[in-house]
């Protein structure tokens, strides 16, 4: 484990009551979830063991129909609307970072904070080691998805909706629905829909070739040739995708480096950064239906133990070869702050090692 050089003796000092062996860092109380989780395996990912298809039990389904408008938009004040692109200025976690054991629980395979606009690790636990994305792979999804498609355009839910594996989170699409490509994208990021991110899939292939008659599986094939192709062009060196929902494969697998160019990258999308920003979202298909999604990120819950009020957003993910797993963002001291934790065995314990990473950026503050 590695802390940036210039602050690691305060920082050790200062935060070993911070140490994993400490209870959740949350604030009041603790209360019961807003979401809840079905049965996971709570096995520590050490690499990507070769298991195509194995079943994805991600985030549980937490879509209620409503026709109340319960929506919450979550932004900071301070923050800027947008973040200056710098996702070809990520630097590379350094061999000669100072190693100093400040988090030792809970027990994961990698865990990472990223401070953006210093372009710099702030600390590094395993960030090159592969792993499996899991439903963190719905950001490059909803990025390549907005490479072909506006926010406003209109999508009709089709029969690729036989291809979403069985036991996947969803956002209770049905064939047939009309919505926006946002409302789509709210689906698919709130409510962690893989039926949501087949649709996206079909929709941004089609629409890239529409001269070609693409059968649902020749669409998704295309999607993820255009998802390996922007992973590229934004420097996750060490990723390949095989997939638009994260459902494990031995072909699918990223490194936290590379999620922290993937966050980078899309938190600089105003609709991106919006959507998984928010706790909750009423919405109304334009075919007629409605539905309430609520954001599967325990970050973003007021009524959670995990709420933090400086989160603004991006994704969660669960499957049995990414453990649980969480990618999130912050707006901390006038700075934007990524983390990226996984292989976690408990869905709590991603969010606690969290928070203990995020309180790392305390001491940097003071250090510098």
């Known amino acids: 484990m590695k802390i940036k050089g210039c602050f690691a003796v305060i920082v050790c000092s200062m935060l070993m009551l911070t140490s994993c062996a400490s ?15 079905p049965a996971e395996s709570s096995q520590n990912v050490e690499s990507i063991e070769p298991s195509s298809h194995s079943q994805l039990s991600d985030e549980a389904v937490s879509s209620e129909y409503s026709i109340e408008d319960s929506s919450q ?27 100093v054991e400040i988090i030792e629980a809970p027990s994961c395979s990698t865990a990472v904070l990223y401070c953006v606009e210093d372009g710099s690790f702030l600390y590094d636990d395993n960030s090159e080691k592969r792993i499996a994305p899991a439903s963190i792979t719905k950001l490059l999804t909803a990025a390549v998805l907005l490479r072909q498609m506006n926010p406003d355009d209109i999508v009709t839910v089709g029969t690729e909706l036989s291809l979403v594996n069985e036991g996947s989170s969803v956002c209770w ?18 409510n962690s829909g893989n039926d949501a991110a087949y649709t996206a899939a079909v929709s941004a292939a089609r629409k890239a070739y ?31 995708f095989s997939d638009p929902d994260g459902w494990d494969d031995a072909e699918h697998y990223v ?5 922290v160019r993937l966050s980078a990258y899309v938190l600089q999308d105003p609709v991106i950064r919006e959507i998984t920003g928010l706790h909750q979202k009423y919405v109304e298909f334009v075919s ?32 049995d070869n990414a453990g649980c797993c969480l990618a999130a963002a912050f ?5 934007t702050y990524i983390t990226v934790v996984s292989g976690c065995g408990e869905s709590d314990d991603r969010y606690e090692l969290t928070l203990k990473l995020l309180a790392l950026a305390d001491g940097a503050a003071q250090a510098a």
């Open 23 to 37: 209870g959740h860092i949350s604030k009041g109380a603790a209360s019961s979830e807003g979401n809840t989780y």
């Open 73 to 99: 938009n979550r932004s900071d004040d301070n923050a800027e609307d947008s973040i200056e692109d710098s996702s070809d200025e990520i630097s590379e976690p350094s061999e000669s970072s100072t190693v």
């Open 173 to 190: 699409l049905s064939e047939g629905n009309i919505l926006t490509v946002r409302d789509l994208l709210t689906g698919m990021l709130l």
């Open 210 to 240: 529409p001269e070609k008659e693409l059968s649902d599986e020749e669409a998704v094939s295309v999607f993820c040739g255009m998802m390996n192709e922007l992973a590229g062009e934004i420097g996750m060196s060490d990723s390949h």
């Open 255 to 259: 490194t936290s480096a590379d999620l």
């Open 288 to 319: 007629g239906e409605s539905v309430t999604w609520t954001n599967t990120n325990s970050l973003l819950d007021p009524d959670s133990s995990f709420y933090c009020d400086e989160a603004i957003g991006l994704k969660t993910g669960t499957t």
């Open 331 to 335: 707006i901390k001291n006038g700075k």
